[in-house]
């Protein structure tokens, strides 16, 4: 176990306070109506499931990051022309249900992401999956760390003391990808066959939401290939704690680390390694 040392951010501590308070009390309020069972299940544009737990949570998370005076993008803002949106110096971007298919299937399987971009590269993520109560959390001048939490009973500064430093030792040096529980792609199965040419034995583990990124984080699979569509907030927080730990989330144009507050919102295919 490390001390996080939070006095040692050139960004302000407070962000990632914030960006911690944030997400959790958006997970009370999405677990409310988890164990309600009431979701109230609409569809966006897309034919995406849009639910009320996602609604609830967008509205939580908005009432602490307005105060930071920091613009927010989010599905709910992909509509802010690039033109306004390419002056933004830092940006929040948030996803305040990542996953919400699993939300509605009830496996547990879902996050919220809070993540702080500066000149397009993350420098502050938060993740926690309201279910198990896992929180990963990174800044730039940190590192990234995860810790339990009880949502009923905990103090903050405690949390921060006790978290673990990303990544956790592994005892199983089985190469293992994981991969889309969702969107698995003729061009994943291909990938993880050319891995299985490379490696040998070969782990498949199949996850939902951005738990997938905080795996590759956390030491708990090597890679994490998607070959399949994404937007920024379903991976920003996510590439900032795995940048933290010391991984890479590279765009499979490009072959460099992934940008964000791009006039095309759609990533294109990425490897994290």
């Not at 005076?69 to 022309?81: C, F, M, T």
């Not at 993740?127 to 896992?134: A, C, D, L, R, S």
């Not at 030491?219 to 920024?232: I, Q, V």
Request: aromatic fraction near 8%; glycine fraction near 6%; include cysteine.
């Amino acid at each position: 176990m490390t001390a996080t040392p939070i006095h040692r951010m050139t960004a302000s501590p407070n962000h990632l306070i914030t960006a911690i308070t944030a997400a959790l009390q958006a997970g009370k309020a999405i677990l409310e109506i988890y164990h309600s069972g009431e979701f109230d299940i609409e569809l966006k544009g897309d034919n995406s499931p849009l639910t009320k737990a996602d609604t609830a949570s967008h509205n939580v998370i908005m009432s602490f990051l307005t105060k930071t005076n920091i613009p927010v993008l989010s599905e709910e803002g992909r509509d802010i022309p690039y033109k306004e949106r390419k002056a933004w110096k830092q940006l929040w971007i948030v996803d305040p249900i990542d996953g919400t298919k699993e939300f509605i299937k009830r496996n547990g399987e879902f996050t919220v992401n809070i993540a702080l971009i500066e000149n397009q590269r993350p420098i502050i993520g938060v993740i926690f999956v309201p279910v198990t109560g896992e929180l990963y959390f990174s800044a730039k001048e940190l590192g990234a760390f995860k810790v339990a939490v009880d949502l009923e009973d905990y103090d903050l500064g405690a949390l921060l003391e006790k978290a673990n430093t990303l990544p956790l030792q592994r005892e199983d040096n089985t190469f293992t990808i994981v991969a889309s529980r969702s969107h698995m792609s003729a061009e994943t199965r291909e990938y993880i066959r050319q891995m299985r040419d490379i490696h040998g034995e070969v782990n498949l583990i199949s996850k939902g939401s951005s738990l997938k990124l905080c795996m590759v984080a956390e030491g708990t699979a090597n890679c994490y290939p998607r070959f399949a569509p994404t937007m920024e907030w379903d991976t920003a927080a996510g590439q900032a704690i795995c940048e933290h730990a010391g991984f890479e989330v590279i765009d499979w144009d490009t072959k460099k680390n992934m940008l964000y507050n791009r006039e095309e919102l759609l990533n294109n295919w990425f490897l994290v390694t």
